[in-house]
Nanobody, 120 residues
């Protein structure tokens, strides 16, 4: 019904920048919010950032001032600009969205993940 595709993960040196992109497609009526989570090696998945339909953003304390989430509501996409990357940002990054389907049901969807590795 819905496909979520992330891109942009890469290997980067500490202090560098990356931009992750996420695109949702399928039987979408509207998207309530989009966000990013990450799962560092050997750890649980954790919240990174979220943006609502109205453009309100929320960030984990660990990324405030370094990461910026943005969204194109017309294209059903969300980007995560990551600056001043640190080795502890190394993780698989997952895009998620709260999507209202054409059938009018609402479900959370997840992408397959994209690897970000920050070398020291």
């Amino acid at each position: 019904q819905v496909r979520m595709v992330e891109s942009g993960g890469d290997l980067v040196q500490a202090g560098g920048s990356l931009r992750l992109s996420c695109a949702a497609s399928g039987s979408i009526f509207s998207i309530n919010s989009m966000g990013w989570y990450r799962q560092p090696p050997g750890k649980q998945r954790e919240f990174v950032a979220q943006i609502t339909n109205g453009g309100i953003t929320n960030y984990a304390d660990s990324v405030k001032g370094r990461f910026t989430i943005s969204r194109d509501t017309a294209k059903n996409t969300a980007d995560l600009q990551m600056n001043n990357l640190k080795p502890e940002d190394t993780a698989v990054y997952y895009c998620t969205a709260s999507i209202r389907l054409i059938s009018r049901s609402t479900t959370n969807y997840w992408g397959q993940g994209t690897q970000v590795t920050v070398s020291s």
